[in-house]
Structure formats: C-alpha cells, structure tokens
C-alpha cells in the first residue's frame, strides 16, 4: 500500500494527521466581553456595546416594554415579542389597546388621525393607540 504525502507529512517530526483544533473564536475573551449584548472586535479594544431601544409603556396595572421594530405597529411588535398586550379591533376604534407611553416614546411616529380622534385630550397626557403607534421608519439616537 502506498503512503499518501501530504505537506504537513513532509515536516519531520509531524504526522499529517496532528492538527490542532480550532479554538472557540470567543476562547480567549474576557467573560464581560462574551455576555449577551455586548462584543469587543478585539481583545483589549474599548468594548462596543449594543443596547436594544425599546418603548416602555403601561397598560392596565402591567408595564410592558416592546424592542424597536422599525415600520411595525407597536401592538404588532408586542404580539411578536410575546408580550401580553390587550387589544380587540386592531382598526383604532375600541380603545382597547390604549397605553400609557413611559419610555421612548420618541422611537414612534406622531400620532395619527385616528388616535387623535380617538384619544383626544389623552393624547397630549401621553396615551397612545398601540395598534395605531407605528415605530419610526429610521433609527435616531
Ligand atoms: S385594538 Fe381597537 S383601537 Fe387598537
């Protein structure tokens, strides 16, 4: 039988089949850097920390907060995040989805016609129409 050469066999004292295996890419990385969140391109770098923006708001007794999902409705990004939000019509008319805006109510576009009509003064006291409240297209610091 013929011995097959490979160029790590050419090497004296190393068999082509002594290959190191790769190290985790994150091996060697503090631990503070390998949270979830966060990252370091490189170690010893200054750390670059990603924070999800996110609206917090009050219905009912619960505060609930929703992560930013450009161009969705705030009730269609609280459904998709699993968070318990009422709602019934989905069309601006019941109310029932009504928040109270706590937090970062300016990752949302303005309010539109309908949750004008709809909220009136409450508007203006920072309630909004969760089904109507659209997240801004672009993200702003
Ligand atoms: S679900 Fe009816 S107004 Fe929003």
Redesign the pocket.
């Known amino acids: 039988m013929r011995k097959q050469l490979t160029v790590g066999s050419l090497i004296a004292g190393r068999s082509p089949v002594q290959t190191p295996a790769p190290a985790p890419v994150h091996a060697n990385m503090p631990e503070t850097t390998r949270r979830a969140g966060s990252f370091s391109r490189l170690p010893g770098k200054p750390q670059t920390t990603i924070q999800r923006k996110q609206v917090q708001v009050k219905q009912d007794d619960r505060t609930i907060s929703v992560e930013q999902a450009p161009c969705q409705t705030l009730?269609q990004a609280a459904i998709a995040q699993g968070q318990p939000l009422s709602?019934?019509?989905?069309?601006?008319?019941?109310?029932?989805?009504?928040v109270l805006v706590v937090s970062g109510g300016s990752l949302l576009e303005a309010p539109t016609k309908?949750e004008a009509k709809?909220l009136a003064e409450q508007l203006a006291s920072g309630y909004r129409?969760?089904?109507?409240s659209t997240f801004r297209s672009t993200i702003r610091d």
């Open positions: 009730l709602y019934k019509c989905r069309q601006g008319y019941c109310g029932k989805c009504r309908q709809k129409l969760a089904c109507q």
